[in-house]
């Protein structure tokens, strides 16, 4: 699927995450929380970001990509 990352679009997995996407891409995205054996919690929000065209802010560790995001 296509998303756009920092205002380029990339091909992406559908079972990505924002955080995914980003390590992959070269992007820091700080985390606190998230762990790699785990389940996403996003409970500390230290890597929230903003998606266009969402209110607000959202956990990259939690929120999966979708097409056209």
Known sequence: MEVVLNGKTIEAPEDFTILDLAKR??????TLCHDE???????CWVC???V?????FVTSCGTKLTPGM
Not at 37 to 43: A, V
């Open 25 to 30: 891409e070269g992007i820091k995205i700080p």
């Open 37 to 43: 054996e785990l389940k996403p919690y996003g409970s």
């Open 48 to 50: 929230a970001v903003k």
């Open 52 to 56: 266009e065209g969402r209110r607000g």
